[in-house]
């Protein structure tokens, strides 16, 4: 009868060109997903010098305007009646690199005694700005958070003190970076901003924004940004992290170390990874042609090696309706990869008989003790209890088996409870099973047995038990409780409860001890 199942030779050709395009997809994929590692890494790491380098520029920045304000404050320390000096001195200081959108000299009391550009109306009047009254307080040289100043600009104050000779406090010289008009950070970082959505922005400790491509972002608070948390504690590094637009950005951030201030140097995500898209697409239209080739190649191995194969198939099958692993090895291949397959048959089938058998024996033997386990013990119950076979259980405990894991450990406890089981296969008769019945719990089942019986072999292992050394040093005691079906009860839940009340009676009353149970003939259950 011709059979309607798929043959052979389509499986393996299914299989075959299944495998092959999952592997090609798969490499595709692969190779994508580490392109788009390695460009996220790599961006990562390119944003994170970035900044590290224009975190080092601004600081190298500002630390040259305190000394060019430093030097400027001993200039004119000796002139500061001189309003001509004073005015050519604030006009160069401007002029000399565009450091400072303006600059200004007061006195001591914050008076103000020459400004550049002139334009700034403030002459003669006394400074009341938040940076003007912290470098006056302070004397001593600073950079000024964020604040809106007289003139109404937002700006930062970058002020040096000016000392007479004898040390005396006689004012300040100062400079001012324009946050919203063209200024110093603009010359230092507006030529690195790019078209495709990549830009640096800059904040202060306080997780304030002081210079952005967007002017209008300009004094915004960005704390909830995980990179500004991170770079105004302190830190460096690189991370992929949401804008506050929704952007994803890979961003690079670095610690300016004389303000507190961090750059961030960031990429749009989807940028960064769009060349990656135009790579798979190449090197799938290259593929194409191999892909085509490969197929054929695959469709005539399949097809070459289907006819072995199906006969070795047919032989296994027949095989194993048989149980005859001998009719496998009269089977030869005309190639090298048939004759091994039939090898491994034939080793795979012996030795699965042999695993069968094995696994057999583990799932009804305890693996700690290697006696009958309580699965298989039910089982035994439920069987003699069906063929109504007279039996007798021995419930056993051992006696502050607890004392003995809490003083010597739970290794030595189980060496214990293994060395129990060989003392009850020392007693026990043959036909009669020694089991586990659960922890320290042991179970002797006894077929076709009397209860005089039964008690003469529990008093043997009690009386053994007591008088040898255990693994713990010393001897050890057991309690035990008897029952017998059907005299006592007639299911085996009622049994095992008569003997579990003997148990408990026999440690009521001092254990180290044997005790039969009570009919529990007339308990429902």
Same mark, same amino acid.
């Given at each position: 009868?011709?059979?309607?199942?798929?043959?052979?030779?389509?499986?393996?050709?299914?299989?075959?060109? %299944?495998?092959?395009?999952?592997?090609?997809?798969?490499?595709?994929?692969?190779?994508?997903?580490?392109?788009?590692?390695?460009?996220?890494?790599?961006?990562?790491?390119?944003?994170?010098?970035?900044?590290?380098?224009?975190?080092?520029?601004?600081?190298?920045?500002?630390?040259?305007?305190? *000394?060019?304000?430093?030097?400027?404050?001993? *200039?004119?320390?000796?002139?500061?009646?001189?309003?001509?000096?004073?005015?050519?001195?604030?006009?160069?200081?401007?002029?000399?690199?565009?450091?400072?959108?303006?600059?200004?000299?007061?006195?001591?009391?914050?008076?103000?005694?020459?400004?550049?550009?002139?334009?700034?109306?403030?002459?003669?009047?006394?400074?009341?700005?938040?940076?003007?009254?912290?470098?006056?307080?302070?004397?001593? &040289?600073?950079?000024?958070?964020?604040?809106?100043?007289?003139?109404?600009?937002?700006?930062?104050?970058?002020?040096? &003190?000016?000392?007479?000779?004898?040390?005396?406090?006689? #004012?300040?010289?100062?400079?001012?970076?324009?946050?919203?008009?063209?200024?110093?950070?603009?010359?230092?970082?507006?030529?690195?901003?790019?078209?495709? #959505?990549?830009?640096?922005?800059?904040?202060?400790?306080?997780?304030?924004?002081?210079?952005?491509?967007?002017?209008?972002?300009?004094?915004?608070?960005?704390?909830?940004?995980?990179?500004?948390?991170?770079?105004?504690?302190?830190?460096? #590094?690189?991370?992929?992290?949401?804008?506050?637009?929704?952007?994803?950005?890979?961003?690079?951030?670095?610690?300016?170390?004389?303000?507190?201030?961090?750059?961030?140097?960031?990429? &749009?995500?989807?940028?960064?990874?769009?060349?990656?898209?135009?790579?798979?697409?190449?090197?799938?239209?290259?593929?194409?042609?191999?892909?085509?080739?490969?197929?054929?190649?695959?469709?005539?191995?399949?097809?070459?090696?289907?006819?072995?194969?199906?006969?070795?198939?047919?032989?296994?099958?027949?095989?194993?309706?048989?149980?005859?692993?001998?009719?496998?090895?009269?089977?030869?291949?005309?190639?090298?990869?048939?004759?091994?397959?039939?090898?491994?048959?034939?080793?795979?089938?012996?030795?699965?008989?042999? *695993?069968?058998?094995?696994?057999?024996?583990?799932?009804?033997?305890?693996?700690?003790?290697?006696?009958?386990?309580?699965?298989?013990?039910?089982?035994?119950?439920?069987?003699?209890?069906?063929?109504?076979?007279?039996?007798?259980?021995?419930?056993?405990?051992?006696?502050?088996?607890?004392?003995?894991?809490?003083?010597?450990?739970?290794?030595?406890?189980?060496?214990?409870?293994?060395?129990?089981?060989?003392?009850?296969?020392?007693?026990?008769?043959?036909?009669?099973?020694?089991?586990?019945?659960?922890?320290?719990?042991?179970?002797?089942?006894?077929?076709?047995?009397?209860?005089?019986?039964?008690?003469?072999?529990?008093?043997?292992?009690?009386?053994?038990? %007591?008088?040898?050394?255990?693994?713990?040093?010393?001897?050890?005691?057991?309690?035990?409780?008897?029952?017998?079906?059907?005299?006592?009860?007639?299911?085996?839940?009622?049994?095992?409860?008569?003997?579990?009340?003997?148990?408990?009676?026999?440690?009521?009353?001092?254990?180290?001890?044997?005790?039969?149970?009570?009919?529990?003939?007339?308990?429902?259950?």
């Amino acid at each position: 009868m011709k059979s309607h199942r798929l043959k052979l030779k389509h499986l393996i050709m299914g299989v075959a060109m %299944a495998a092959f395009f999952l592997t090609s997809i798969g490499s595709v994929w692969g190779g994508y997903r580490m392109n788009i590692d390695s460009i996220k890494e790599n961006t990562l790491e390119t944003n994170r010098v970035y900044a590290q380098k224009l975190a080092s520029t601004a600081d190298s920045y500002l630390n040259e305007a305190f *000394q060019i304000l430093g030097y400027s404050a001993d *200039q004119v320390r000796t002139k500061m009646d001189d309003e001509q000096v004073l005015n050519q001195e604030t006009e160069r200081l401007r002029l000399q690199n565009q450091m400072f959108n303006s600059v200004v000299i007061t006195n001591a009391k914050g008076l103000v005694l020459s400004v550049s550009p002139p334009s700034i109306e403030i002459k003669g009047e006394i400074l009341t700005s938040i940076g003007a009254k912290e470098a006056l307080a302070k004397k001593t &040289p600073i950079i000024s958070k964020p604040y809106e100043a007289m003139t109404g600009r937002l700006i930062i104050f970058i002020s040096h &003190p000016i000392f007479s000779e004898s040390n005396e406090y006689l #004012g300040m010289i100062a400079g001012t970076i324009y946050l919203k008009e063209p200024n110093a950070f603009k010359t230092l970082l507006g030529e690195h901003y790019s078209k495709d #959505g990549s830009y640096v922005y800059v904040v202060d400790s306080d997780g304030r924004v002081i210079y952005h491509q967007d002017p209008s972002r300009i004094n915004d608070i960005v704390t909830k940004n995980k990179v500004v948390q991170a770079v105004t504690s302190g830190k460096d #590094g690189a991370q992929l992290v949401e804008n506050t637009k929704g952007v994803k950005m890979l961003a690079g951030y670095s610690a300016v170390a004389s303000t507190g201030w961090g750059v961030v140097a960031q990429k &749009p995500l989807e940028v960064a990874l769009a060349p990656s898209f135009d790579r798979v697409q190449e090197v799938i239209i290259k593929s194409v042609p191999l892909m085509f080739v490969s197929i054929i190649i695959v469709l005539w191995a399949a097809a070459r090696i289907a006819n072995p194969l199906q006969q070795l198939a047919s032989l296994t099958e027949e095989s194993l309706d048989k149980k005859n692993v001998e009719g496998l090895k009269s089977v030869s291949g005309w190639y090298f990869e048939a004759y091994s397959l039939k090898n491994a048959l034939v080793r795979s089938l012996s030795f699965l008989h042999g *695993q069968v058998s094995f696994f057999k024996d583990q799932s009804t033997v305890d693996p700690l003790t290697g006696i009958t386990n309580r699965r298989t013990m039910d089982s035994m119950l439920a069987e003699w209890l069906a063929s109504k076979v007279p039996h007798v259980i021995i419930l056993l405990d051992l006696d502050h088996f607890k004392s003995v894991n809490d003083t010597y450990g739970h290794a030595v406890g189980d060496k214990v409870l293994q060395f129990l089981a060989r003392q009850m296969e020392s007693v026990a008769r043959e036909g009669d099973v020694c089991c586990r019945y659960g922890g320290e719990e042991f179970v002797i089942l006894l077929p076709n047995t009397t209860i005089e019986e039964a008690t003469l072999v529990a008093e043997q292992l009690r009386k053994t038990l %007591a008088d040898t050394v255990s693994p713990c040093g010393r001897p050890i005691t057991l309690s035990a409780g008897i029952a017998a079906y059907p005299a006592m009860a007639h299911t085996t839940e009622a049994l095992i409860e008569a003997a579990d009340d003997a148990l408990y009676l026999a440690k009521q009353e001092g254990r180290n001890q044997v005790k039969v149970g009570v009919s529990k003939r007339n308990k429902k259950i």
